[in-house]
């Protein structure tokens, strides 16, 4: 086998009836229509950052990389 059990166990192949274990997962307000949620979001859109993570990151929308994550700030090696 290619991975070790360790890693094999945080795989989940799911069948056509995905959306029932996304939404055991992720809160279909955060899950895209594409896979069963409520999100009005596709893959091209940008990131719909909330208050938290703007604070984070200290821009209005998703800034562009590359970028670093380090101690919580972003840094732009």
């Known amino acids: 086998m290619w991975f070790d059990e360790g890693t094999r166990s945080k795989f989940q192949v799911l069948g056509k009836d995905h959306s029932t274990t996304l939404l055991s997962?992720?809160?279909?307000?955060n899950l895209p229509r594409l896979y069963g949620g409520e999100l009005d979001w596709k893959y091209e859109d940008e990131p719909n950052l909330g208050e938290d993570e703007r604070e984070a990151i200290?821009?209005?929308?998703?800034?562009r990389g590359p970028l670093l994550f380090i101690d919580g700030r972003v840094v732009r090696p």
């Open 58 to 63: 200290g821009e209005a929308a998703m800034p």
């Open 25 to 29: 997962l992720v809160d279909s307000q």
